[in-house]
């Protein structure tokens, strides 16, 4: 079974930063197109980055744009999730996910095939 477990969320104050790692396993992570996807209280779970198979082409939501970068470490099966300049509406579960498909990067939850379990994270102002 391919697992993913996520890593890194905490409590931050805004304009930190926070770095999120997702470590997978089981799998053929080098074939999986990967993304992060988060869900605050009351939301639908949103698109946050994704990335593809080989990190050439990466894809942001509009709100996050230009303050996270999304990358990935093939011989470390792990993909990673960079956050600056955090603002209180950051503060959501974030989820890492792996699309197994040969594809573009989607922003459709219902796409990808495997899901951590989640990290909160907290950005106080």
């Known amino acids: 079974q391919v697992q993913l477990v996520e890593s890194g969320g905490g409590v931050v104050q805004a304009g930190g930063s926070l770095r999120l790692s997702c470590a997978a396993s089981?799998?053929?992570?080098?074939?999986?197109?990967m993304g992060w996807f988060r869900q605050a209280p009351g939301k639908e779970r949103e698109f946050v980055a994704g990335?593809?198979?080989?990190?050439?082409?990466?894809y942001y939501a509009d709100s996050v744009k230009g303050r996270f970068t999304i990358s990935r470490d093939n011989a470390k099966n792990t993909v990673y999730l960079q956050m600056n300049s955090l603002k209180p509406e950051d503060t959501a579960v974030y989820y890492c996910?792996?699309?197994?498909?040969?594809?573009?990067?989607?922003?459709?939850?219902?796409?990808?095939?495997?899901w951590g379990q989640g990290t909160q994270v907290t950005v106080s102002s």
């Open positions: 089981g799998g053929p992570f080098a074939t999986y197109t």
């Open positions: 990335i593809s198979t080989t990190g050439i082409n990466t």
């Open positions: 996910s792996a699309d197994r498909n040969w594809r573009y990067i989607s922003i459709h939850r219902n796409e990808y095939d495997y």
